[in-house]
Each structure stands twice: as structure tokens, then as C-alpha cells.
């Protein structure tokens, strides 16, 4: 299978090099260059999440050197459960938080950095991220100990929660953790100008930002699976509801639902950051910047992954016609963590949140929520609101007591530089090309 860049049909690549590159070289974002077609019938009902999900990803992979170590890297980075629950007699929760780092993000980094890791031969492979919360620390927490690869993760210095910052600094070794003055926009930033500036190139800069395709075709595996299993236990399609901030999990909600699974609608939540709902109301999509809000991980003014959402439909009309936002300001979010918690006992993080508060907007039926984090990631926003004190996994009591270690900078390219080569020099020393 070839993938084309969101702004080129003609530029096509393998697997791997889009894997590798993260970016196409025109700006744009990879792609399939056609959506497989699963034949639902071959698919044998008891595999095991892992075996699922080499079949899901096969056509994906056909002709990779990948290919055959499918399995492996399959049974390697899943090997967490995922369950679904019930909410009440309508609703579901598929839980997506049970990977080391307690979001569905470990889903993305874990099958990256296996497939990264398999792909980097001679040269080590940098992964330069920018966080705003989960995704630097599912990424550091994947790559770490990786030999074929080192992380640098860039996250806005007291923009994160007490324990995501822990989640972030608590590994050394391959990962350096960087806190940035500024915010989530200036690290992002210097992740972009790194990857043009010529004395970047001897670390072999990758990403993993959700605008990687390693990251998106793992997340399309539950969508797949559990609409396979929910349309065999009940007898009818479920619609998805997706907590939405970049826009790749619900992407991948679309492909799993274009790839023939029995997906009957998908509805994305979001906080008070609404450039989708904007542009289904004008058709002209505006950029906007970040508003700061609860469920702060889908704190996004403009989504990375909204070409590859747009690309999978004709026009605006079409668009309007598969695409609902529902948004959920952050009173809306505390009254549903509240509510829930009073109904039902369960304790739904602020992103979660958003996807009920849609939910109760929507009259069809039966819904999964997609449950994006383990409620303990943000204790300091929810256990005021249920007068309770959240019980910590015991995979985050292991990651809050290792010691932990971030180098401070400004917001500035040449400092970040400076500051990973002495890193990275000390541990392994980085191969400087000639000239
Ligand atoms: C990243 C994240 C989201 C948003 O997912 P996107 O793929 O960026 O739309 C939602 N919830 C949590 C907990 C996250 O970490």
C-alpha cells in the first residue's frame, strides 16, 4: 500500500518513510492512498486484542519490511486490556486509559515506537515532541529504552498538572524532558522550525505528534474492535462519541467506520475550543488560538489533523452531512463529572465529560464513549467536584515516585539545541556530519 500527502496525490511513499518523516515535504499530512476494505466475515470472533490488531493493520503494512514482525510489534505495544463498560442502559464506555501513562495516547506512542525502533538501522532516531499534557508523557514512556531511538519532549513550563509534569520528567536516559517558558504554542513551534533548520539534521529529527500516521492507524484497532464485538453481542451498530481536540482519534473513528465497520454514526466533543463547529457554521475553516479550559489535553485552536479529516470527504455539504461537533464549556464539564458521579459512581475525567455532555444532546441509540483518560491524571480538577480523593492506579504510583529531571530554556531554537546535543553527548555520542 502507498500513502500520498493530504496536499498531493502524486507524492506517494511507502509505510515506512511516511512513518519515518512524520510530515510529507509539502506541509501536508500522510495518508492512505485508499482505505482498505475488511471482509468482516474473515474476521474469527475470540482473537485476542494484539491477533486483531495485526489483521486490522495488515493491508497497511503490505510490503513493509515490517510485515512480517507484525505480530510482535502488535503483541509488544497492546498488552494492556481494554475494556468496555457499561454506562447506563443506552450508553457504553470504552475504556482507552489502561496503558502505562493512563491515556489512549499509549495506544499511538507504544505502536510507533516499536515500529520506529524496528525501522532506525544505522542512525538513532530523535523524536521531537511537543506536549500539552498526555501526549509527552506516552511518549516518553514508550521510547524509553528504545536503542534505536533518544526523545526530546518539549512541554509548557507550569502549563501541566503536577503529575503530568512527574509523567513527563520521570525517565532520563534516551528521554530528555525540556520545560519551555511559554506555552503549548511555543513548543510546538520550536518543534517546526527545528525540523527546517540545517543543524538539526545530524539527529534524525522524527515526531510524534498525532500528526504521524505510526501514531493514527494503531487508534483505528478499538474503534474496529469494539463495533465488531458490540454489533455480534447486541445485534445493532453502535455511534461513537469521541473527545476531540487535534482530531486524530476521531479520525481514525472515520476510517474504522470507511474501512466497513459496523460504526452507525460518529459525534465528536469538544471543550470550548470549537474551529470544527466554526467551520461547519461558515464553511471557512479560521484558525484560531487555544482557549484553556478543564479537559486541557483537547486545549487545540487549530486541529493538526483537519486535513485528513477533510480530505475524507467531497465537499463542504458532505462534510456537514457526517461531521457533528457538540461542545461542552467547562461548567457543562463539571456539572456532567458531578452528575455521572451521583448517578452512577463512576468518576469520568474532563474530557470524557465532554463526550457525555454530547451524549445527553442526542436522542439515537446505542452510544460508546470513547474514554480518553484515567481520572487520577487530573485529581486536582475532579476530586473537588465529587468530594472524593480519586484512586491511583498503581502504575502511576510507580511513576510518581521516581525521581525526576527537566532542563529549563526559553522559548528559543538555539537554546533547545544546545541544550539536547550536551544531553545527548554525555549519554551517546551523536555523529556530527561533515561541514
Ligand atoms: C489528546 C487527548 C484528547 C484529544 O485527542 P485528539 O486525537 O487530539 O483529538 C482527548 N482526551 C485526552 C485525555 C487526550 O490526552
Redesign the pocket.
Known amino acids: 500500500m502507498q500513502f500520498i500527502s493530504t496536499r498531493n496525490p502524486q507524492h506517494k511513499v511507502s509505510i515506512n518513510d511516511a512513518i519515518q518523516a512524520g510530515l510529507a515535504p509539502d506541509g501536508g499530512l500522510y495518508i492512505p492512498e485508499k482505505l482498505p476494505k475488511i471482509s468482516l466475515a474473515d474476521i474469527a470472533p475470540n482473537l485476542s486484542y494484539p491477533n486483531f490488531a495485526e489483521i486490522i493493520l495488515t493491508p497497511f503494512f503490505a510490503q513493509s519490511p515490517l510485515a512480517n514482525s507484525l505480530n510482535t510489534l502488535c503483541n509488544q505495544a497492546f498488552n494492556f486490556p481494554v475494556p468496555l463498560k457499561v454506562l447506563n442502559e443506552t450508553t457504553w464506555v470504552m475504556e482507552l486509559f489502561h496503558g502505562p501513562t493512563l491515556?489512549?495516547?499509549d495506544f499511538g506512542a507504544r505502536f510507533l515506537a516499536e515500529c520506529i525502533n524496528a525501522l532506525s538501522t544505522q542512525e538513532k532516531t530523535t523524536i521531537l515532541v511537543a506536549t500539552s499534557?498526555?501526549?509527552g508523557s506516552a511518549v516518553a514512556a514508550a521510547f524509553y529504552h528504545k536503542p534505536q531511538a533518544r526523545v526530546i519532549v518539549l512541554f509548557p513550563k507550569g502549563e501541566v498538572s503536577a503529575r503530568q509534569e512527574q509523567q513527563i520528567t520521570c525517565w532520563q536516559d534516551n528521554v530528555l524532558a525540556i520545560a519551555v517558558k511559554g506555552h503549548f504554542d511555543d513548543c510546538q513551534h520550536l518543534v517546526k522550525s527545528a525540523f527546517k533548520a540545517p543543524n538539526w539534521q545530524d539527529l534524525h529529527l522524527s515526531t510524534a505528534n498525532?500528526i504521524n500516521l505510526g501514531r493514527l492507524l494503531p487508534q483505528v484497532v478499538y474503534y474496529a474492535y469494539w463495533s465488531l464485538h458490540f454489533q455480534y453481542q447486541h445485534g445493532i451498530p453502535a455511534g461513537f462519541i469521541v473527545?476531540?481536540?487535534?482530531?486524530?482519534?476521531?479520525t481514525a473513528a472515520y476510517w474504522a467506520q470507511a474501512m466497513g465497520f459496523p460504526i452507525r454514526e460518529i459525534v465528536m466533543a469538544t471543550n470550548a475550543n470549537r474551529p470544527v463547529q466554526d467551520y461547519l457554521a461558515t464553511g471557512k475553516y479560521q484558525p484560531r488560538a487555544s482557549i484553556n479550559t478543564l479537559?486541557n489535553?483537547?486545549d487545540?485552536g487549530n486541529p493538526s489533523n483537519f486535513e485528513r479529516l477533510l480530505h475524507l470527504f467531497a465537499d463542504f455539504p458532505a462534510f456537514k452531512q457526517e461531521v457533528t461537533a457538540i461542545a461542552a464549556n467547562d461548567n457543562d464539564i463539571a456539572q456532567t463529572i458531578e452528575q455521572v458521579y451521583k448517578q452512577t459512581g463512576i468518576i469520568l475525567?474532563p474530557?470524557t465529560a465532554t463526550a457525555y455532555f454530547a451524549r445527553q444532546q442526542l436522542s439515537d441509540y446505542p452510544w460508546i464513549l470513547a474514554a480518553?483518560?484515567d481520572p487520577s491524571k487530573f485529581e486536582a480538577v475532579i476530586e473537588p467536584l465529587i468530594h472524593q480523593t480519586i484512586p491511583v492506579p498503581l502504575t502511576l504510583t510507580h511513576l510518581l515516585q521516581r525521581p525526576n529531571h527537566s532542563v529549563e530554556i526559553a522559548a528559543d531554537l538555539d537554546s533547545l539545541h544546545r541544550v539536547a546535543v550536551e544531553y545527548f553527548e554525555k549519554r551517546s555520542p551523536i555523529s556530527v556530519g561533515e561541514g
Open positions: 491515556s489512549f495516547k499534557g498526555d501526549t498525532s473527545p476531540s481536540g487535534n482530531l486524530g482519534n476521531v479537559a489535553a483537547m487545540v475525567c474530557h480518553t483518560a
